[in-house]
């Protein structure tokens, strides 16, 4: 069991850049695959991104080639996001999957507005 505490997020006009942080702790361990998922108001909560401990990505079609998804050692993970739109405004959650099969720990979220 791991402990998320996600970062970084604010208000930002179109087309600006955020970058959120996630900060793992109760493990000394690197976890099998991190995630952020994405929950807009009155919506699903939806992935992002995703990124394995040998650095392999998966985003989702809707970010791909603005957001990017890094990984510092074992209790770090990013989320860069760039060419923000309006519709990418929800609050974003850290995810962690210990077993490679299923995503067990979640983060509290934070929230990001990209408004004019």
């Known amino acids: 069991q791991v402990q998320l505490v996600e970062s970084g997020g604010g208000l930002v006009q179109p087309g600006g850049s955020l970058r959120l942080s996630c900060a793992a702790s109760?493990?000394?361990?690197?976890?099998?695959?991190m995630g952020w998922y994405r929950q807009a108001a009155g919506k699903q909560r939806d992935m992002v991104a995703t990124?394995?401990?040998?650095?392999?990505t998966d985003y989702a079609d809707s970010v791909k080639g603005r957001f990017t998804i890094s990984r510092d050692g074992a209790k770090m993970v990013y989320l860069e996001m760039n060419s923000l739109k309006p519709e990418d405004t929800a609050v974003y959650y850290c995810?962690?999957?210990?077993?490679?099969?299923?995503?067990?720990?979640w983060g509290q979220g934070t929230q990001v507005t990209v408004s004019s």
């Open positions: 995810a962690a999957n210990p077993s490679g099969s299923s995503w067990e720990d």
């Open positions: 109760g493990s000394i361990y690197t976890i099998p695959i």
């Open positions: 990124i394995s401990s040998g650095g392999s």
